[in-house]
Structures are given as C-alpha cells and as structure tokens.
C-alpha cells in the first residue's frame, strides 16, 4: 500500500480557519477539501479541491490571514510546505511555478465572475420578465470579458438569437403568446447554459449570449441544444397549435477581436438565418 508523505485529516477536520495566521500553504495528495467562507449570515462553499491542488498560497504569499476555511470532506491526506520547503520543491521541480500560477489565474477567473453575477443578481436589478441583463449591460460585460478572453488566450463565443415572426404571432394571437415566447425562451436558455455564461437582451425578441471559453463549432453545439429543448418545452405548453421557432447567429474571438466586429458578425450571421428561419449560423472568420 503507498504511503502517503502529508498527514491525514479525517472526515470534516479543519485544516485551518478562517483568519488564521498563514505560515504554510497546503497540497492535496487524496481526497478532497473544501473551501468555506464563515460569516453571520451563515458558511459558503468556495471551491472544491481535489488530488494535486494546492491550497492556501494566497494568504502565505500576500503574508495576509486566511480568507477562508478549509476542511476535509473526506478522509484525506495533505502535504504542507512553508516558505523553505515550497523553494526546494521549486528547485527540484520547476513545472510546479507553472501548475500553480494556472490554477491560481483559473481561481481568480472565477471569482471574477461570481463578483459580476452578483452585480447582476436579480435582488439588485430591475429586470424585465426574462430576468436577463440588458442590452447595455450586456455590451459592457462583453467588451470586459473580450479583454480577459485575449489575457487568458481562451476562445469567447457571442450568439444572438432572435424569434421568428415574433410580431406576426403577437398580432394573430395576442401579448400574452409573446410573453409566453420570451418566458419559455429564457427558461431554455437558463436551463441549458453552464453557470458562468451570460444571457441578456438584444431588443423586444432578441437574446444575446456570452459563451465563455467556447469556440464556434462548441458554441454550434449548445445551441443545437437550445433548440432541441425549446421545441420540447413549447410543445408541451398551452399552445401546441402554434408553432415556434428561432434564429442565431453566432461570432467567435479570436476570429473577430473587438466587440464591434463581434457583434456585426453574429448579426449579420443571424439575417442569414432569418433569410429560412429555424437556423443556427455560424459567421465566417474574416477574410485575410
């Protein structure tokens, strides 16, 4: 049996808590442990750890108390590393500088956008009946994330869908089929799209998309998806006399690099789209 070289903390120990002095940073060798923010209104998971994760080096860096707590969800082993033995580690392996400025990047990524979820949290913002950014939020939280997705060297998809023959089926059948449109719609949408995307207005019927480290043919994809549970979902509503359907056009970084060019793609996508209806385009990268 291999024998592991940190110590084990049984299920639920603490490892340290939240404000502790940090004298150490931490690596987990197996298990798994988790990080929780303590405060009055009660504890909140941050991130789960797993094998080969180092937690910790933040506060030992920044030479600042703990931020947060952190315990074992499971029977796990957990190797410790002050200063001197984290720079021996160093020297006998330099991949290791690499492995944790990445995983420390892809944290503060994250974070990031939690911060921007809450700034859109709907107890914060007047939403309309999609519970969606708008369309000036939208541009706004584009032209940020463009920045962060040519820093990190990720792709970055834009997609505008818009509903066909919105205004026609308001006109024969009344506001409330629209509403029932847009409603049914953004459910979809919220429904399939991980956490970290984000959805907002593009006009009356149009929606926009922010489909984060995803490039085109992935962002083809969830969109098929979109669809296929739209028409599922409309289908079995009070309404299944009248069909339904959308448009989407879809623009990619690093194809188009500023949000003008962005946006002009994935429009100009969609008319294509709109010319049949019911189709999903992916915008040609730019001639050279």
């Known amino acids: 049996m291999k024998r592991e070289l940190g110590k084990l903390f049984k299920k639920e120990a603490i490892i340290f808590r939240q404000g502790d002095p940090a004298e150490c940073m931490y690596m987990v060798q197996k298990g798994e442990v988790e990080m929780i ?5 009660g504890s909140k998971r ?14 030992l860096f920044a030479e600042k108390a703990r931020f947060a707590t952190a315990r074992a969800v499971q029977d796990t082993w957990v190797l410790t590393l002050d200063e001197k033995s984290f720079l021996a580690r160093l020297h006998q392996d330099p991949s290791l500088a690499y492995h944790m400025i990445r995983q420390m990047a892809n944290r503060i990524y994250e974070q990031d956008h939690q911060l921007m979820r ?3 949290d709907e107890e914060n913002r007047a939403h309309d009946i999609t519970g969606f ?22 792709p970055l998809s834009l997609a505008v869908i818009d509903i066909d023959d919105f205004d026609t089926l308001q006109t024969r059948y009344g506001e409330v089929i629209g509403e029932d449109l847009l409603i049914s719609l953004g459910s979809t949408i919220k429904g399939v ?16 998309l922010l489909l984060y480290e995803t490039d085109g043919q992935a962002a083809v ?41 962005l946006s002009k793609a994935a429009h100009k996508a969609l008319s294509k789209g ?4 019911n189709q999903i385009m992916l915008a040609d990268p730019p001639k050279k």
């Open 37 to 41: 923010v303590e405060s009055e209104y």
């Open 46 to 59: 941050l991130a789960l750890l797993h094998n080969g994760d180092v937690f910790g080096e933040v506060s």
């Open 118 to 120: 809450g700034y859109y």
């Open 133 to 154: 950014v708008s369309y000036i939020d939208l541009v706004a939280l584009l032209e940020r994330e463009l920045n962060r997705a040519k820093r990190l060297w990720q």
């Open 193 to 208: 799209l991980r956490r970290q995307d984000v959805v907002g207005r593009f006009g009356e019927d149009q929606f926009g």
């Open 221 to 261: 994809q969830v969109l098929e998806k979109v669809k296929r549970s739209f028409l599922n979902l409309w289908g079995r509503l009070e309404h299944p006399d009248i069909a339904a359907t959308f448009s989407c056009g879809i623009s990619c970084y690093p194809d188009y690099s500023n949000v003008a060019q």
């Open 274 to 277: 709109k010319q049949s209806g």
